[in-house]
């Protein structure tokens, strides 16, 4: 019998200046700790690294290393623009008991395969954590290679990556290394078939909202009921449609919010979603179908 894992890429819940809202957050990682969500990437896309003022990161890392302690893998989203960036934030990190430090390729600037492999490796040399790609190509117009990839899964603290949009890259990786070295895949429309394919680990954004049915989902497909596991995917993809059929973080903020998790998730200058979208996707079946599911507070 196979075993999946689930790591849900959660949000970052904020008051109205901009800080931490600490009951949020802790809020949120209580609804995937108890729904047994197996590890969180925190500070990663869908927790708007890149939009938090430096004082919200600090308080996100120390707040999330304290709400999860002893409760599953945290994985911290480090990547910045550039080398000296990203090691200021590796050297915050460093400070807490955490499991991870994820790495997304620089944007803005473009830089070479070798010139990747310098950054990542530099980067490996100072983490006290085990260091993890991060490779979201349609955010950063950056793309790893896989060659590049291999070479550098030979230092090390660098244990694996995330693969975001493009499949074949991360069934490559598993060919070449993946015995070896974690190949996490952001698949979330086709866990069921991966899992049956043999593809275990799988992290997205989606999970942090529906971190029951995830489970749920994997749990089928660890027991081969594939039917069930069918099943749970068509409700998973359903609710991920939802959510990318309006402006994603407000989206993200608004279900969030009507689960009973505080917090704007949508960092400014994103704008809330208007009544009569919020009115939409709170009326959707699947919607629905997930209050009814959520206890009350």
């Known amino acids: 019998?196979?075993?999946s894992r689930f790591i849900s890429a959660i949000g970052t819940p904020l008051n109205d200046d901009g800080t931490l809202h600490r009951s949020g957050l802790r809020a949120h990682l209580d609804d995937q700790w108890q729904a047994g969500i197996d590890g969180v990437l925190v500070a990663g896309t869908m927790g708007q690294m890149q939009l938090?003022?430096?004082?919200?990161?600090?308080?996100?890392?120390?707040?999330a290393a304290e709400f999860s302690a002893g409760r599953g893998e945290v994985m911290i989203g480090v990547g910045d623009t550039s080398l000296h960036r990203t090691l200021d934030r590796i050297e915050l990190v460093n400070r807490y008991p955490v499991d991870a430090a994820v790495v997304l390729t620089p944007y803005y600037a473009q830089f070479t395969q070798e010139e990747l492999v310098d950054y990542y490796t530099a980067?490996?040399?100072?983490?006290?954590?085990?260091?993890?790609?991060?490779?979201l190509p349609p955010r950063t117009v950056s793309q790893l290679e896989v060659?590049?990839?291999?070479?550098?899964?030979?230092?090390?603290?660098i244990?694996?990556?995330?693969?975001?949009?493009?499949?074949e890259f991360a069934r490559e990786l598993l060919r070449r290394i993946g015995d070896r070295f974690r190949v996490i895949v952001a698949e979330p429309k086709q866990i069921d078939t991966l899992i049956r394919d043999g593809v275990v680990e799988h992290l997205d954004g989606i999970y942090a909202v529906a971190p029951a049915w995830t489970v749920e989902l994997?749990?089928?497909?660890?027991?081969?009921?594939?039917?069930?596991?069918?099943?749970?995917?068509?409700?998973?993809?359903?609710?991920l449609d939802l959510l990318r059929s309006h402006p994603v973080a407000p989206?993200?903020?608004?279900?969030?919010?009507?689960?009973?998790i505080p917090g704007n998730y949508a960092p400014a200058p994103y704008r809330p979603l208007s009544d009569s979208q919020r009115q939409t996707l709170l009326a959707h079946p699947v919607m629905r179908q997930l209050l009814d599911a959520t206890p009350a507070p």
Request: hydrophobic fraction near 40%.
């Open 1 to 3: 019998m196979t075993t």
């Open 52 to 63: 938090l003022s430096d004082q919200a990161y600090a308080q996100l890392v120390e707040a």
């Open 123 to 135: 980067l490996a040399d100072v983490s006290r954590h085990p260091l993890y790609l991060y490779n």
């Open 147 to 157: 060659d590049t990839v291999e070479k550098v899964a030979d230092h090390p603290n």
């Open 159 to 167: 244990a694996g990556i995330k693969c975001s949009v493009d499949l």
């Open 218 to 239: 994997g749990r089928a497909a660890d027991a081969g009921d594939w039917d069930r596991a069918a099943a749970c995917q068509q409700r998973l993809t359903a609710l």
């Open 251 to 260: 989206a993200f903020t608004t279900m969030l919010n009507a689960c009973g």
